[in-house]
């Protein structure tokens, strides 16, 4: 079955600065690439997505690439906020098999 | 926020009893996910049902017993539970699970389950 590795586990920037999460997935029929964003004692939200026709999708401070040849996807945020601090997960196959995780503390 | 809801949301269970978690979605979805969220692990697909029929049982051990009566409604039976079950169980919809469709899930806010 399809395994995703995500890193870092954790990561700590500025204010103002980028943050970059990296996820590697090990199934090439994969064809589905969701992030979401849990914060503190709430549910996992999509925050962004991309399919595996496409290799890069933006949305405002928030973009997604994929790199089907190397298998691997990642989410990058400029611009960051105190508010995007939060746990980051990645997903692949269909959208079902999740990478550990990425506490993300953004510094003000 | 209420497009899935999710009952309780605290359990606190003996490993002899029998409870059951409730979710229900309000989206008009076709698929239903149970996923089991513990502490410094990643989010564990348990079942998968699409139009009430179960497509995905990723090797969850039985005292777990899932039951998916309509597309809105999906349980999860507990019973004889081990203290390492203790955990976040969250139940998701999307609208299809058919490959190669591939959709967004929406999660509901969680149970927290605490097994004494």
């Known amino acids: 079955g399809e395994n995703v590795e995500q890193h870092p586990s954790t990561l700590s920037v500025q204010e103002g600065d980028s943050a970059v999460i990296k996820c590697t997935y090990s199934d090439s029929a994969s064809n589905y690439f969701p992030w979401y964003k849990q914060e503190l004692g709430k549910r996992p939200q999509l925050i962004i997505d991309?399919?595996?026709?496409?290799g890069e999708k933006k949305d405002q401070r928030i973009a997604v690439t994929l790199n089907k040849t190397a298998k691997h996807f990642s989410l990058h945020i400029t611009e960051t906020q105190p508010e995007d601090s939060a746990v980051y997960f990645c997903?692949?196959?269909?959208?079902?098999?999740f990478g550990a995780g990425t506490i993300l503390r953004v510094k003000s | 926020e209420t497009g899935v809801t999710q009952t309780p949301r605290h359990l606190v269970m003996g490993m002899t009893n029998k409870k059951s978690l409730k979710c229900e979605q309000h989206l008009g979805h076709n698929a239903m996910y149970w996923y089991k969220q513990s502490a410094k692990k990643p989010l564990e697909l348990m079942f998968v049902y699409n139009f009430k029929e179960q497509t995905e049982n990723n090797s969850v051990p039985s005292r777990f017993s899932p039951e998916c009566p309509n597309s809105s409604h999906l349980f999860l039976h507990l019973h004889t539970l081990q203290p390492e079950d203790s955990a976040l169980y969250l139940c998701?919809?999307?609208?299809?699970?058919?490959?190669?469709?591939?959709?967004?899930?929406?999660f509901g806010p969680g149970t927290r389950l605490t097994v004494l």
């Open positions: 991309i399919r595996s026709n496409v």
């Open positions: 998701a919809s999307s609208q299809d699970f058919r490959t190669p469709v591939t959709d967004t899930q929406y």
């Open positions: 997903a692949a196959s269909r959208g079902e098999v």
